[in-house]
C-alpha cells in the first residue's frame, strides 16, 4: 500500500516583542558583544552587562547622552581601551566568531581588522598621497603601481578621488575639515578593515562636508560592516540601519532603526529622542 508523504511541519511562530508586534528575523552578526563590563581605574563601570550584535554589512548607529558609555564600547570593539592603564573588562567581544581578547590574539590585527575614525581628523602632515599609503608603506609595500591603485580606490571609496586626483601631492593639511576626515575614511580603508568604527565622525563639520560623510557611509556599508557613533539621533535616523541606545552605561534599547524612530518599546529611549533629557 502507498503512503502519500507526510506534510511538511508548520512554520515556526514569529518572534514577538513585549508589545505583541513581530520581530525581524536575526542577522548575521560580523561581531558579538557578550555581557561585556568595563571598569575604570577604582572600579568605576563604564559599561554593565552588554550584549549587542554588529550586524555584517549594515550601519549600527550608537546613540545616548554624555557619559553613557558610547565611546568606551567603542574602542573596546579593537581593543584601543588597553592603552588606558589600571582598567579591566569581563565579558567577550568576538569577531567572526573569535574571541579579540583570547590569550595569543595580536592587537595590531585586530586594530587592522577593526578599523577606527575619530571625531577630529589627524591628517599626517604629509601629502594626500602618502597619508593614505602609510600603513601599506608600514606593512612593507613598494611598489608604484599597487600603492597608486590603493589610493584611488580608497579615495573613490570615500567620496573624494574627485576632488583630489589631481592634487595628491599636495600637504593634507590644506584640504578642508570635511576633506580631511574623509581622508582619514580613505585612510583607514587603505588597510582593507572589516569594520569600521566612526566616533562623531561629523561633530565639527558644516552640513555639506557631514552629507559627505554620509553618503561614503551609504556606500562603504555593501563592502563593511559599519558602527556609528553618533550624539545626533538626526544624523542616527538617516544612516543607520539599526540603532542602540546607551544610558549610564547600560544598553537600553537594540533594534531596527525605524522602530526606534517610530515607536521606541523603552520609555527611556522615547524621552531621549523627545528631548526630555540628555
Not at 46 to 53: E, K, M, S, Y
Not at 228 to 255: C, I, P, W, Y
Request: proline residues 9%; glycine residues 8%; charged residues 25%.
Amino acid at each position: 500500500m502507498n503512503h502519500a508523504p507526510a506534510p511538511p511541519p508548520p512554520p515556526a511562530p514569529a518572534a514577538l516583542a513585549p508589545d505583541g508586534t513581530a520581530l525581524a528575523p536575526p542577522r548575521p552578526a560580523k561581531m558579538r558583544v557578550e555581557a561585556f563590563s568595563f571598569f575604570y581605574p577604582g572600579g568605576a563601570a563604564a559599561l554593565r552587562g552588554i550584549t549587542l550584535a554588529v550586524p555584517a554589512n549594515r550601519i549600527l548607529g550608537i546613540i545616548g547622552p554624555a557619559s553613557s558609555g558610547k565611546s568606551t564600547l567603542l574602542r573596546s570593539l579593537n581593543r584601543m581601551t588597553e592603552f588606558l592603564p589600571g582598567t579591566r573588562h569581563e565579558g567577550r567581544i568576538l569577531l567572526d566568531d573569535e574571541d579579540i581578547f583570547a590569550p595569543g590574539t595580536d592587537p595590531t590585527d585586530i586594530r587592522r581588522r577593526v578599523g577606527m575614525v575619530f571625531d577630529t581628523p589627524v591628517p599626517l602632515p604629509r601629502s594626500i598621497f602618502e597619508n593614505v599609503v602609510y600603513g601599506q608603506r608600514l606593512k612593507g609595500v613598494r611598489d608604484r603601481a599597487r600603492l597608486e591603485a590603493v589610493v584611488e580606490s580608497s579615495l573613490r571609496a570615500a567620496i573624494l578621488w574627485d576632488e583630489v586626483k589631481d592634487r595628491l601631492g599636495t600637504s593634507a593639511l590644506r584640504l578642508s575639515g570635511g576633506q580631511q576626515q574623509r581622508l582619514c575614511i580613505a585612510r583607514t580603508i587603505a588597510l582593507d578593515p572589516e569594520v569600521i568604527l566612526l566616533d562623531e565622525p561629523c561633530s565639527g563639520l558644516d552640513p555639506i562636508s557631514t552629507l559627505k560623510v554620509e553618503e561614503a557611509l551609504a556606500e562603504l556599508k555593501e563592502r563593511y560592516s559599519i558602527v556609528l557613533v553618533t550624539n545626533n539621533t538626526k544624523q542616527a535616523a538617516r544612516v543607520s540601519d539599526e540603532v542602540a541606545f546607551f544610558l549610564m552605561g547600560e544598553l537600553v534599547e537594540h533594534g531596527e532603526a525605524g522602530q526606534i524612530f517610530t515607536v521606541p518599546r523603552d520609555r527611556r529611549t522615547d524621552d531621549y529622542l523627545s528631548g526630555r533629557f540628555g
